[in-house]
T-cell receptor, first 111, second 113 residues
C-alpha cells in the first residue's frame, strides 16, 4: 500500500464548476497535510496546508481533513482554465518526519 | 536569497560519470529535502536534513547516491557512476520548522546519455 494515494485522473470539469480532489494516507500518526499545485515543467507550489480536522478555506480553495478516515481533500470553487495543473497531496508525520507525496491528480478545466 | 535556488538548472552527463547537484535553501530554514521526480509521477523522497545531519536517508535508492549539508545551509546531492535510469528532475525543498510548509526550488533536470 502506498503511503499517500491519489487518483491520477485526468479529472475534467467545466469552467465555473467545483473540482474535488481526494487523497488518502496510510500513516495514522500523520500530523501535517499539504496540497501543492504543479504546472507542466514547473516545480510544485504550495497552495494549502491543514493540520486539524475540519475545513480550511482560502479564497476559492477549501481543504478538508478527516483523520479518523485518513482522508484529505481539496475543493476548488469556480474553477478556471488557469487551475488546470497536477495537484499533489503531501503528508508529514509527527516530529522530525519526512514529507511524502502522492503521485498527483491531473485537473483539466474546460472553458 | 528570496527562494530556494538549485544549480545547475539542466545537466547532461554521460553514463558512468559523476555529478553534483547543488541546493541553496531559504535563509534560516533548518530542514532541507531532496526529491526526484520522473515524468507523470509525484516527487519521490530521497533524503531529509535537519541542520547538518541526515534525519532520514531512507529514500536514497542505492550507494551511488550521497548527500551532504556540512554547514546546515547549502546541500549537495552527489551521484556516482550515473545510469540512464537516474535521468529525472531533482527537486530540493526547504522548511523553517517542524510543522510548516516546504518550499521548492526550480529543480535540476538531469539527463544521462
Amino acid at each position: 500500500q502506498k503511503e499517500v494515494e491519489q487518483n491520477s485522473g485526468p479529472l475534467s470539469v467545466p469552467e465555473g464548476a467545483i473540482a474535488s480532489l481526494n487523497c488518502t494516507y496510510s500513516d495514522r500518526v500523520s500530523q501535517s497535510f499539504f496540497w501543492y499545485r504543479q504546472y507542466s515543467g514547473k516545480s510544485p507550489e504550495l497552495i494549502m496546508s491543514i493540520y486539524s480536522n475540519g475545513d480550511k478555506e482560502d479564497g476559492r480553495f477549501t481543504a478538508q481533513l478527516n483523520k479518523a478516515s485518513q482522508y484529505v481533500s481539496l475543493l476548488i470553487r469556480d474553477s478556471q482554465p488557469s487551475d488546470s495543473a497536477t495537484y499533489l497531496c503531501a503528508v508529514r508525520g509527527g516530529g522530525y518526519q519526512k514529507v511524502t507525496f502522492g503521485t498527483g491528480t491531473k485537473l483539466q478545466v474546460i472553458p | 536569497g528570496a527562494g530556494v535556488s538549485q544549480t545547475p538548472s539542466n545537466k547532461v552527463t554521460e553514463k558512468g560519470k559523476y555529478v553534483e547537484l547543488r541546493c541553496d535553501p531559504i535563509s534560516g530554514h533548518t530542514a532541507l529535502y531532496w526529491y526526484r521526480q520522473s515524468l507523470g509521477q509525484g516527487p519521490e523522497f530521497l533524503i531529509y536534513f535537519q541542520g547538518t545531519g541526515a534525519a532520514d536517508d531512507s529514500g536514497l535508492p542505492n550507494d551511488r547516491f550521497f548527500a551532504v549539508r556540512p554547514e546546515g545551509s547549502v546541500s549537495t546531492l552527489k551521484i556516482q557512476r550515473t545510469e540512464r535510469g537516474d535521468s529525472a528532475v531533482y527537486l530540493c525543498a526547504s522548511q523553517d520548522s517542524m510543522n510548516t510548509e516546504a518550499f521548492f526550488g526550480q529543480g535540476t533536470r538531469l539527463t544521462v546519455v
